[in-house]
């Protein structure tokens, strides 16, 4: 008998990394994909919005997703073929799901709040999915010329 290893489309590489729950972890999610995305052929026009992303989502994460002694996990696809960059970010806190930026009722004088905002202005989707048992997991979609 024969086995055989799955094998990724050559077209895709992925990058993921479980990170603390803490302001240090955010930072470290956006510095290791920050690194990640240089080593890829990604152009500046996806790499700096891509930036902003994993950063407000990492935060997010850090700062509403926490739950002690668990971690978040950041994970990046690329599909060079269908010029497509996902950012997902999974937290132990499903029961807080992110409300969508409208009706956040942000006041304007506000120190915090915002980061959906620019989420939504960077990406060119984004979402959130129940992770079971008890998580969720916020992504975003960046497209275009990768190179």
């Not at 970010?89 to 959906?116: K, M, Q």
């Not at 960077?122 to 969720?136: F, I, M, S």
Request: hydrophobic content about 40%.
């Amino acid at each position: 008998m024969s086995a055989t290893t799955p094998q990724l489309n050559p077209a895709t590489q992925a990058f993921a990394q479980l990170l603390s729950s803490t302001r240090r972890g955010a930072r470290l999610a956006r510095l290791l994909a920050t690194e990640q995305l240089r080593a890829w052929p990604v152009s500046p026009g996806v790499t700096e919005p891509a930036e902003q992303i994993m950063g407000e989502l990492a935060a997010d994460a850090a700062l509403h997703g926490r739950v002690n002694s668990r971690d978040f996990r950041l994970a990046l696809a690329l599909d060079t073929t269908a010029g497509l960059l996902r950012i997902t970010v999974t937290d132990a806190r499903g029961e807080h799901l992110p409300s969508p930026p409208a009706d956040c009722g942000t006041p304007p004088d506000a120190e915090s709040g915002r980061g959906l905002l620019l989420v939504t202005a960077l990406a060119d989707r984004w979402g959130v999915e129940p992770y079971p048992p008890g998580g969720k997991t916020v992504w975003a979609q960046i497209g275009g010329p990768l190179s």
